[in-house]
């Protein structure tokens, strides 16, 4: 069993502007795609990039630039890469998420009632408590769904990593677990074929 290594450099996947640079590239397309398929559990094509950038309320307010957005076959999916974990964070992005519907719904046109939205916030620094992957839904105390077409999936990126070394060799383990190793660690893993893309 292989213990997992300190991270000896910070050119690391989970650095926010290398992973916006490799994921919302042309070149990284099929590396999303990849990432996509392995958390949602199913095939993903993308469709397009769109604008990351969110609708302002009033003329002072700053600029919101979410990490990624894109349109697959069914789902508008809006990313998040955070490298920490707060309950200010869920809720900076549950607001971003508010904003990327928002901005799918041009003012005075109906509202797309089935088109169906993802949030996936890839987070290092969540506890052994959660989940490599915990899917969050709008319901009641009975579990009924209030909307039934959005949802939030929550991604800890340092227990893929743990599992990773543990021995659980499962895609969607080894791609999740990639954002969160540093360079000289993808370099070790090239053998095990970690950021290998499969179609």
């Known amino acids: 069993m292989n213990k997992a290594p300190e991270n000896k450099t910070n050119l690391k996947i989970k650095s926010d502007s290398i992973f916006k640079a490799i994921f919302g590239s042309k070149t990284g397309k099929p590396l999303l795609e990849t990432l996509l398929r392995d958390i949602l559990k199913k095939e993903v094509e993308i469709i397009e990039y769109k604008n990351r950038e969110l609708p302002k309320i009033s003329a002072t307010e700053k600029t919101k630039i979410i990490d990624l957005l894109v349109r697959i076959k069914e789902e508008v999916v809006h990313i998040e890469l955070n490298s920490s974990y707060s309950r200010i964070i869920r809720f900076r992005n549950f607001v971003y998420f508010a904003g990327v519907i928002l901005l799918d719904h041009e003012i005075g046109r109906k509202y ?88």
């Not at 996936?120 to 506890?127: C, D, F, P, S």
């Not at 105390?141 to 991604?155: A, R, S």
Request: charged share 45%.
């Open 112 to 199: 797309k009632a089935e088109q169906k939205y993802i949030s996936i916030n890839l987070t290092a620094k969540m506890g052994k408590k959660h989940e490599v992957i915990e899917i969050y839904k709008l319901q009641n105390d009975k579990q009924e769904e209030y909307i039934d077409n959005i949802k939030v999936y929550e991604v800890n990126i340092d227990k893929a990593k743990e599992e990773w070394y543990k021995g659980d060799k499962r895609k969607e383990i080894r791609h999740i677990a990639a954002i969160g190793m540093s360079e000289e660690e993808l370099e070790r893993n090239k053998e095990e074929h970690l950021v290998k893309v499969n179609k």
